[in-house]
């Protein structure tokens, strides 16, 4: 089945450095990959939407010039925090769809800013 | 539009006990539905997905759902509960004439008491 990998797994970030968190599709192209932000006992909120090739589409509300998104190839995108605030600490999870086996979700990121 | 409502943000069980939990959704067209588990600081991992065909759906781990138009609903039951049942159980629906992006429920807290 299709994998999906994340990296890293867990990151601790003083508050106003940035922290990258890589998502790679390990066994099919994805050309599109999301970017969800999971709140304690929360549902999953889709941030954005990453585009190979091409700037990614943002949801209402996400900030994108704090969440900077990459999508350099097809098998990775990269979610950027910038000037990351405690406030941003949460779990982040991507996911990469292909039409074969839909949605696949990696394992996701947990983010702390001290 | 669409949405899912996940009755109970908590649903506890002794081991071999019935698990059933609920999701109706709200779709203005036929419905892609999925359910999907997360264990502690984990992805998602797809439990099984309705898109067309056979109203009852099995899926993996001994769960299954059946997608009742009527009801507008898509409830997993598993016969009997495992302590490694325990997890987070989410509902998702998508349009599968639109963007295919699934759209979460809040979420079920699965217990399992011994």
């Known amino acids: 089945g299709a994998v999906v990998s994340q990296h890293p797994s867990r990151v601790i970030c003083k508050s106003g450095t940035s922290v990258k968190i890589e998502c790679r599709s390990l066994?099919?192209?994805?050309?599109?990959m999301f970017w969800y932000r999971q709140f304690p006992k929360k549902s999953l909120m889709l941030m954005a939407t990453s585009n190979e090739g091409s700037k990614a589409t943002y949801e209402q509300g996400v900030e994108k010039d704090k969440f900077l998104i990459n999508h350099a190839s097809l098998t990775l995108s990269t979610l950027t925090v910038t000037s990351a605030h405690p406030e941003d600490s949460s779990f982040y999870i991507c996911s990469a769809r292909d039409r074969f086996h839909g949605y696949t979700f990696g394992s996701g990121t947990r983010l702390t800013v001290v | 539009a669409q949405s899912v409502t996940q009755l109970g943000s908590h649903v506890s069980v002794s081991e071999g006990a019935l698990v059933l939990l609920r999701c109706n959704y709200s779709?203005?067209?036929?419905?892609?539905l999925f359910w999907y588990v997360q264990y502690p600081n984990q992805g998602l991992q797809l439990l099984l997905k309705?898109?067309?065909?056979?109203?009852l759906v099995k899926g993996i781990n001994g769960f299954e759902a059946e997608f009742k138009k009527s009801e507008t609903s898509f409830h997993l039951t598993k016969p009997s509960a495992h302590m490694s049942d325990a997890a987070e159980y989410f509902c998702a629906v998508s349009d599968p004439g639109g963007s295919y992006i699934p759209t979460f429920g809040r979420g079920t807290s699965l217990i399992v008491h011994p």
């Open positions: 309705y898109t067309t065909g056979a109203t």
């Open positions: 779709s203005s067209v036929p419905p892609y």
């Open positions: 066994d099919f192209q994805a050309t599109t």
